[in-house]
């Protein structure tokens, strides 16, 4: 029977709709597209593993000329999606990752995580942290697990330079994971180096303007975590919220923040950005990026071969390799 003639339950259009009987309907298709042992642009190799039951990921290596040289930093990256939409695996994706770890010479883990509703926050939260114990377990060497571990990480890998990265709602993972790594122990005492937010998905209502787009953003953070204690004054998607964490407390060194003139979420990355440099107790640096005329991801979904989008993944790339 199809979806036609049941009632529709929770209507996100035009992102996803939600029926009577739980059937979940996503409005948007992506292509997905295989690893590749050698892309012919940028000439990275990917590949895909498993770290768990739920967990699985997409590992790029750029091109190493000299097997010999000193390691490259690892990214862990998070797609975007609003938590209930895309895969590390779509096309999209794959291609930014590929520019990404071409621009940056850097290791990238693109981490696949549960999706809401099926599958309602904070899965995704803790999928992420796996993945990135996962990747601190590589920093262990000589141990038990070694013919466990992933060879391209072990053997390329430069453990005190992880960085964390992602747009949209994987802007959010990055401020999260950060803030739980200022708190709690990796594997191995691993560090996060730095962390880039595009464009992340952060609420204030304090500072949002009440409009439908607001309205629709309110709606979404309900679906995707409707048991968050204090609803959109949770800390994980409010971090100006009373109570939340103090952000001098974020476990990495520094900080890259991209953002753009018609980008709804503009005044909070900018209010996270303040924030950061007001912290009494935090030492590290912060950086701000703001593309006129854009608006939100717009160097992943609108057009990644314009010159603006280039030369914000090349920002990007340029802030993972200094």
Wanted: charged share 25%; aromatic share 12%.
């Amino acid at each position: 029977m199809g979806t036609e003639f049941i009632e529709v339950e929770t209507d996100l259009s035009p992102y996803l709709k939600i029926y009577k009987d739980g059937t979940v309907e996503r409005l948007l298709s992506y292509l997905y597209v295989p690893p590749s042992l050698d892309d012919s642009i940028t000439n990275v190799s990917s590949k895909d593993i498993t770290i768990s039951s739920e967990v699985s990921a997409r590992i790029y290596l750029p091109k190493i000329t000299d097997r010999s040289s000193k390691k490259i930093p690892i990214l862990v990256y998070f797609h975007g999606g609003g938590f209930c939409m895309d895969s590390a695996f779509a096309s999209i994706y794959h291609s930014y990752l590929n520019s990404l770890a071409c621009g940056s010479k850097s290791l990238a883990v693109s981490v696949e995580y549960r999706l809401a509703p099926e599958h309602p926050l904070p899965a995704a939260y803790e999928d992420c942290w796996t993945a990135l114990q996962w990747v601190a377990s590589h920093s262990i060497e000589g141990s038990e697990t070694d013919g466990k571990k992933d060879p391209w990480l072990f053997d390329y890998g430069d453990f005190d330079k992880v960085y964390l990265g992602g747009d949209s709602a994987g802007g959010n993972i990055v401020h999260n994971m950060a803030m739980r790594a200022g708190v709690e122990s990796l594997v191995g005492g691993m560090k996060i180096w730095g962390a880039f937010l595009a464009f992340p998905y952060l609420l204030d209502p304090k500072t949002e303007k009440r409009n439908d787009i607001a309205r629709f953003l309110n709606a979404l953070w309900k679906l995707v975590y409707p048991s968050a204690p204090g609803g959109i004054n949770n800390p994980f998607i409010n971090p100006f919220a009373d109570g939340a964490p103090n952000l001098s407390t974020i476990g990495c060194k520094k900080v890259f923040v991209c953002t753009s003139e018609m980008d709804t979420l503009r005044e909070n990355s900018l209010h996270y950005v303040e924030e950061l440099k007001k912290s009494d107790h935090w030492k590290g640096e912060v950086e701000l990026v703001d593309v006129e005329g854009e608006g939100h991801c717009f160097q992943v979904y609108d057009d990644p071969n314009s010159k603006k989008a280039q030369s914000l993944v090349s920002r990007i790339a340029s802030f993972i390799k200094d």
